[in-house]
């Protein structure tokens, strides 16, 4: 890639979080296939979350460069706030709290860390943040449907996203391509 072409690419590293967003949403996707009566198989979702993780070290292989420091410092921003959410919820949701909705409150809580990743991967995050929100409100609001109809939505729209990120090519520039 010219030094130009590597300027003009804004999101570097979309690629690779595309990766990763696609292993985690097929991750839940599995997790709730093998789920049983259970909303989600744990074992299931924590080995796709591991994967996902460990794509990591191939981030350098499917990037086109490196994030600029506010793209790092807004990747940091929004996983330590998602992070800061996650033991929020745990400390204020009642002990008795149904575990789907539990999920449902952490598809809103990673749909919320979504937002400042449109800094880092572009503006399909803003899409992905809203549209995993939604998802998980409409939930919320629609207890007696079952988790897994809104599970596989989210689930989907993270495949959906991290497929259209993993095919970004080096000369969009405006993240929507």
């Given at each position: 890639?010219t030094a130009l072409a590597q300027q003009q690419l804004r999101y570097p590293i979309a690629r690779s979080g595309g990766l990763f967003l696609l292993i985690i949403g097929a991750g839940l996707l599995a997790a709730i296939a093998a789920s049983g009566d259970a909303p989600v198989n744990?074992?299931?979702?924590?080995?796709?979350?591991?994967?996902?993780?460990?794509?990591?070290?191939?981030?350098?292989?499917?990037?086109?460069?490196?994030?600029?420091?506010?793209?790092?410092?807004?990747?940091?921003?929004?996983?330590?706030?998602?992070?800061?959410?996650?033991?929020?919820?745990?400390?204020?949701?009642?002990?008795?709290?149904?575990?789907?909705?539990?999920?449902?409150?952490?598809?809103?809580?990673?749909?919320?860390?979504?937002?400042?990743?449109?800094?880092?991967?572009?503006?399909?995050?803003?899409?992905?943040?809203?549209?995993?929100?939604?998802?998980?409100?409409?939930?919320?609001?629609?207890?007696?449907?079952?988790?897994?109809?809104?599970?596989?939505?989210?689930?989907?729209?993270?495949?959906?996203?991290?497929?259209?990120?993993?095919?970004?090519?080096?000369?969009?520039?405006?993240?929507?391509?």
């Amino acid at each position: 890639m010219t030094a130009l072409a590597q300027q003009q690419l804004r999101y570097p590293i979309a690629r690779s979080g595309g990766l990763f967003l696609l292993i985690i949403g097929a991750g839940l996707l599995a997790a709730i296939a093998a789920s049983g009566d259970a909303p989600v198989n744990h074992g299931v979702f924590y080995a796709a979350l591991g994967a996902a993780l460990l794509s990591l070290l191939f981030s350098r292989r499917v990037s086109f460069g490196s994030p600029t420091p506010l793209q790092i410092g807004a990747l940091v921003f929004a996983v330590t706030l998602q992070g800061a959410l996650i033991v929020l919820q745990a400390r204020l949701l009642p002990p008795a709290t149904p575990e789907h909705v539990r999920w449902l409150w952490v598809s809103m809580i990673v749909g919320v860390h979504f937002l400042p990743m449109g800094v880092t991967f572009g503006p399909r995050m803003l899409l992905l943040g809203g549209a995993c929100i939604a998802t998980a409100l409409v939930g919320l609001s629609m207890p007696n449907v079952p988790y897994e109809v809104f599970g596989i939505v989210d689930g989907a729209l993270k495949v959906a996203c991290g497929a259209w990120l993993l095919a970004t090519k080096p000369a969009a520039v405006d993240g929507l391509h």
